[in-house]
């Protein structure tokens, strides 16, 4: 496949894990801290807010596939169990997921990542992560 194709692959798995990252077992065994380390766009080794926050905004576009702005139940079901847990987002449950409510969508699973509180998910604090989990 060409460059872009692959790289919007990768992005859609790592964009995946960043809309409902839970850092549990299951999801690290499954690949989740590998997928969450593919939001690092600039290769500094770790992973910024504003990066989760533009994974995000690349998922929300990849998803809405009629380009309305809205991601509607048949989108989200065709994106996977990430984009299906998009839908707890749909704040005045219409719904429909605007832009507006799947940014404002809590990060908890980058909060709980980012223990020392930085606004960045260090490669120190995802191996201290894996570590926990066994390696995983």
């Known amino acids: ?16 894990a960043a809309v409902t990252l839970s850092v549990s077992p ?4 499954r690949g989740g801290l590998d997928q969450f380390l593919q939001l690092d ?21 990849r998803l809405d596939s009629d380009d309305d702005g809205f991601l509607s139940e048949s989108e989200r079901s065709a994106g996977g169990r990430a984009a299906q847990a998009l839908g ?20 908890r699973g980058f909060d709980r990542l980012d223990s020392n509180n930085d606004g960045a998910v260090s490669a120190t604090e995802i191996e201290a992560v894996r570590a926990m989990m066994g390696g995983q």
């Open 88 to 107: 707890r987002a749909d704040s005045n449950g219409d719904g429909r997921l605007s832009r507006a409510e799947a940014m404002a969508a809590p990060y």
């Open 41 to 61: 766009f600039d290769r500094n080794g770790s992973v910024t807010r504003a990066e989760a926050e533009r994974g995000r905004t690349i998922q929300f576009d």
């Open 26 to 29: 299951a999801w690290a065994q």
């Open 1 to 16: 496949p060409d460059m872009t194709a692959r790289r919007r692959a990768l992005l859609g798995l790592a964009l995946a």
